[in-house]
């Protein structure tokens, strides 16, 4: 079955710092990834998806992700984080041709400190 | 284009209450689901829908219903409503696209539902 692990449940980093959030999945193949943000009292909002091709995904907001097959990872990244990037991030999974059935890892709460 | 769209956006019921969460997209959206959200469990699928008439179970099914009548509309039911279905709810829906699945689920603003 299909599994989505979020390692990190919570973290907090400072303005203009470098960000990565972890995201492992379990999946025979590979699957189609995705990553979404909820800011507080709000729908989820895609931020970057990944189907085939180039491993490196550009994003919304400056995000990126780098899919590696070998360690079935999809870790996403941001350069420099604003005080507005503060919200919860979810990766996801799904089985391509069925996305309208996402696997959703348990979620990343990002804090960011002046 | 309002996109998707829920009600109510709040709602508390007594243990065996029944209610309906409407969810309407604008989009002409084929694909449709139900997710809710609990902490630290992420969101897990409810219910889907493939396109008006067809739906579907996700990996949480039990004490919901759902139907879909027309492209537009996805409701979800509660025919009797338990504590442990307290939850955020979220609805959404997904463009299959030109070239086959895009994959972007497009999310509804939620409803916070308590049971007591």
């Known amino acids: 079955a299909q599994s989505v692990t979020q390692p990190d449940i919570h973290i907090t980093v400072s303005e203009g710092a470098s960000l990565e959030l972890r995201c492992n999945y379990s999946?025979?193949?590979?699957?189609?990834l995705f990553w979404y943000v909820q800011s507080p009292g709000q729908g989820l909002q895609l931020l970057l998806k990944y189907f085939s091709g180039d491993t490196l995904v550009q994003g919304i907001k400056g995000f990126e992700a780098e899919f590696k097959r070998s360690q079935s990872s999809f870790n996403l990244r941001k350069p420099s984080v604003h005080w507005s990037d503060a919200a919860e991030y979810f990766c996801a999974v799904a089985s391509p041709g069925a996305t309208n059935k996402l696997i959703f890892g348990t979620g990343t709460l990002l804090a960011v400190q002046p | 284009n309002a996109g998707v769209t829920q009600t109510p956006k709040f709602q508390v019921l007594k243990t065996g209450q029944s209610m309906t969460l409407q969810c309407a997209q604008d989009?002409?959206?084929?694909?449709m689901s139900w997710y809710r959200q609990d902490p630290g469990m992420g969101l897990r699928l409810i219910h889907y829908s493939v396109g008006a008439g067809i739906t579907d179970q996700g990996e949480v099914p039990n004490g919901y219903n759902v139907s879909r009548s027309t492209t537009e509309d996805f409701p979800l039911r509660l025919l009797s409503a338990a504590p442990s279905q307290t939850s955020v709810y979220f609805c959404?829906?997904?463009?299959?696209?030109?070239?086959?699945?895009?994959?972007?689920?497009?999310f509804g603003p939620g409803t916070r539902l308590t049971v007591t």
């Open positions: 989009m002409n959206h084929e694909y």
């Open positions: 959404a829906s997904r463009d299959e696209g030109l070239a086959g699945p895009s994959g972007e689920q497009y």
């Open positions: 999946y025979g193949a590979t699957p189609y």
